[in-house]
């Protein structure tokens, strides 16, 4: 049990990091029939007569390739049918359902079918037009697929596993439908088409007013119809009872259409109804025929295994106790197992850590090491030639201090003997120089002396003669 959680969570994580694993696409309004899935209709047309507001058109693809076509009711919360072609037989694959987003929000980003606990709160009004995995947890009801992925190969499967292709069926029916449908398609209908690429499929339901949770519509019964679109061409309708599963009941396509809604077509000109192979439609009819006695027979078996359940149901009661504590020392061998490889992984993490802490710590000091001694190397050089520059450098200074000594020495005599020397030359050479001067002061002390004399004469001279011009008559100026 613990497995099989454990894979299923392994599984919706690669749905939730590959986002391509199981696409779906809601068709608008203004296309034509159900757009890129149209292939699974003979002609490519496909049923008339589904015009209800709530009848939802979805393109079902995987890989962005359509794989087959489905009608959905939000009104029931249930496909009404599914149009499929068969490929081959395959094992079936660990379930993993899908919802499709558009349903519910047709404005939201998700163009694809997604899980939807990968969906969180991304989406509007989730499960309003949809069944969820919670309207089937505790019903007693399983999730019954009306294209089974047994009649698809491995790459078709894992799309065949959404909610928008399951009706809610018992586990008794769910068995019965898929066991009728698989024996019927692969015994009866693809042997006696010629070309089975021409061999069209609609899986659909009935709804009923029984509703799981009052929200999701349990089939009245459910139904297969078949065209073999070629020239030798038959087609052919199955009905299985919700009351019944055993039952399967063979009829012609119109009158599976009548037990559908009015005015419903499922195949184009009903797949050539008029001018069908009575030989192959009667062969196909056989077949079918003997698979139905063969599930009758298989009824009366299980009627008289019947009779003996009770005490297989006693030695089940007596035997459970015994299995729960089988069940228990397994878990607990299984936890004890779990806890040794546990603790064995722990120790060699430790002891691994700790070598390569070692190691690490080792090429650390090698490298600190090997640094170091680069560096010094490095600097030798360096240190001998800026010693040998302040050896010269001193010797230098040393020159120029003996030089200025020895020059200081000698420039106290040599100046002294200089100045002595000149010092009668000097003295000499000043006399003219000094007589000249005391002459030219002489000379401008008499030119200074002469010079105020006559101005002072010139002076009396003027005041003279301006009194004598004030008192003396004009007329008399002339004597």
Request: with cysteine; aromatic share 10%.
């Amino acid at each position: 049990r613990e497995w099989t959680m454990k894979t299923s969570i392994v599984l919706l994580l690669c749905i939730s990091v590959f986002p391509g694993f199981s696409q779906g696409r809601v068709v608008r309004e203004d296309e034509t029939g159900f757009a890129e899935c149209n292939v699974f209709f003979p002609g490519q047309v496909p049923p008339e007569g589904f015009t209800e507001p709530f009848h939802v058109k979805i393109c079902q693809q995987y890989n962005k390739e359509p794989r087959f076509a489905t009608l959905y009711s939000t009104k029931d919360k249930i496909p009404l049918y599914s149009a499929f072609k068969f490929t081959k037989p395959a094992r079936s694959e660990e379930e993993s359902w899908l919802v499709e987003p558009q349903i519910d929000d047709p404005e939201n980003d998700l163009h694809e079918m997604v899980h939807e606990a990968n969906i969180g709160g991304t989406v509007a009004n989730l499960g309003s037009n949809q069944a969820l995995t919670s309207d089937y947890v505790g019903s007693g009801y399983e999730r019954g697929l009306l294209n089974p992925s047994l009649l698809n190969e491995e790459d078709f499967q894992v799309a065949t596993y959404t909610l928008t292709n399951a009706v809610p069926l018992s586990p008794a029916l769910s068995k019965s439908w898929h066991r009728d449908l698989g024996k019927v398609v692969e015994q009866a209908l693809t042997p006696h088409c010629s070309k089975m690429d021409h061999l069209y499929l609609l899986a659909g339901a009935i709804p009923s007013s029984v509703q799981v949770k009052g929200k999701v519509s349990v089939p009245e019964s459910l139904w297969l119809a078949a065209c073999c679109d070629t020239p030798e061409g038959w087609s052919l309708g199955l009905v299985k009872k919700i009351s019944d599963e055993n039952s399967l009941a063979d009829l012609t396509v119109r009158e599976l259409e009548k037990q559908l809604l009015p005015g419903v077509h499922l195949f184009k000109g009903h797949c050539g109804e008029d001018k069908q192979s009575q030989e192959k439609r009667e062969a196909v009819l056989q077949a079918v025929s003997q698979i139905r006695s063969g599930e009758q027979v298989g009824a009366s078996n299980n009627q008289e295994t019947k009779e003996s359940g009770w005490v297989r149901r006693v030695a089940g009661i007596i035997a459970t106790p015994f299995i729960k504590l089988l069940e228990l020392l397994i878990y607990i061998f299984v936890e004890l197992v779990k806890l040794v490889f546990y603790f064995l992984w722990l120790v060699v993490k430790r002891i691994v850590g700790t070598i390569l802490d070692g190691v690490y710590s080792l090429w650390n000091g090698m490298v600190s090491y090997l640094k170091a001694v680069s560096m010094v190397l490095i600097s030798i050089p360096y240190d001998v030639g800026r010693v040998i520059i302040n050896i010269f450098l001193g010797f230098l200074q040393i020159v120029q201090d003996v030089v200025s000594l020895t020059y200081r020495i000698l420039s106290i005599p040599v100046g002294f003997v200089l100045h002595l020397a000149a010092f009668p030359y000097h003295s000499i050479c000043a006399i003219p120089s000094v007589l000249k001067d005391m002459a030219t002061g002489i000379g401008g002390t008499f030119s200074l002396v002469i010079d105020a004399t006559a101005a002072v004469l010139h002076g009396f001279c003027y005041l003279a003669g301006h009194i004598v011009k004030r008192f003396v008559p004009k007329g008399s100026s002339d004597d």
